[in-house]
């Protein structure tokens, strides 16, 4: 059973990331029914790492932790998005998509290529003969992941609060970590994988240390394209007139949570070079991002 299509499951997840996104897509084309769609995401990474430890019937302990990280990471975030969207009602995201197939279809093949790729490092590892001895990098990336997990659990949890609250309608969300990040959730997101990368190194050998494209795909994907830029554009278009938001973002780190005040006190060549402040999340209200 270890060798599936081919010794590092390559094939065997896309084919299984494919087929399982596709059968989403037509659900969605066909009854306009775009609920699932970060349920089918999140539950396709579950659905990844069980197969592959499963398959290769190796069951080392670094797999077995590195799968169960996995697993409690996609459960929590895919029965968090379908609670949120379900009591919501609808998914702002596809409202100029529902209509137009190509562009739906552009938006599918994009998430099971994002699936696939931030899943290589767990994949690599539940496809790996090697066991070596645990080291450093095992631990420090376990924790990376731990903190990451909770940053984002603990961020997500924060701002649906803040919006059901009816005497928070209408404003940014400002409160916990949303006071030290502007998008706390995804910094936990992009953490916890990095840690799943770290954690894999030890098992990695040769061209397999390519799987490090995984969370920089990721890193990627939300610093420059579907992530921060934007809601950081929708937000400035909503309140970039109001002077306490406009507050609120010069004081306020985009990704990596620090105190206000000191965020506040850093030169702007410091906080672009290093802490992700881009010209791309500062365009102002006025301009629309994708004219």
Request: positive net charge.
């Amino acid at each position: 059973m270890g060798t599936v299509l081919d010794s590092h499951f390559l094939a065997l997840t896309a084919i299984v990331t494919v087929g399982y996104q596709l059968v989403f897509f037509i659900i969605t084309a066909l009854l306009r029914f775009d609920k699932v769609t970060d349920f089918a995401g999140s539950t396709n990474f579950i659905i990844i790492a069980i197969l592959t430890l499963a398959l290769k019937g190796a069951w080392h302990f670094r797999q077995v932790v590195l799968t169960v990280l996995v697993v409690i990471w996609g459960l929590r975030l895919a029965l968090f998005l379908l609670m949120r969207i379900l009591q919501w009602g609808e998914d702002k995201r596809f409202d100029d998509m529902r209509n137009n197939l190509g562009k739906l279809a552009v938006f599918w093949i994009f998430q099971a290529v994002w699936v696939w790729t931030v899943s290589l490092p767990v994949t690599i590892v539940n496809a790996s003969d090697r066991n070596p001895s645990f080291e450093a990098r095992d631990i420090i990336g376990w924790i990376m992941w731990l903190i990451g997990a909770g940053v984002e659990a603990v961020a997500d949890q924060q701002k649906l609060t803040f919006k059901n609250s009816p005497s928070n309608r209408g404003k940014w969300c400002n409160v916990g970590l949303w006071s030290y990040s502007r998008h706390p959730n995804y910094f936990g997101e992009i953490f916890l994988w990095w840690g799943i990368f770290v954690a894999s190194t030890p098992v990695l050998s040769g061209a397999e240390w390519l799987v490090i494209l995984g969370p920089i795909f990721l890193t990627l994907l939300l610093l420059f394209v579907s992530g921060i830029p934007l809601l950081e554009s929708s937000a400035d278009k909503r309140f970039g007139q109001t002077e306490e938001y406009r507050a609120y973002k010069n004081t306020t780190s985009p990704l990596i949570p620090l105190p206000p005040a000191l965020y506040g006190s850093l030169p702007a060549w410091f906080k672009m070079g290093f802490l992700f402040e881009l010209p791309l999340y500062n365009r102002g209200p006025q301009r629309d991002p994708v004219s």
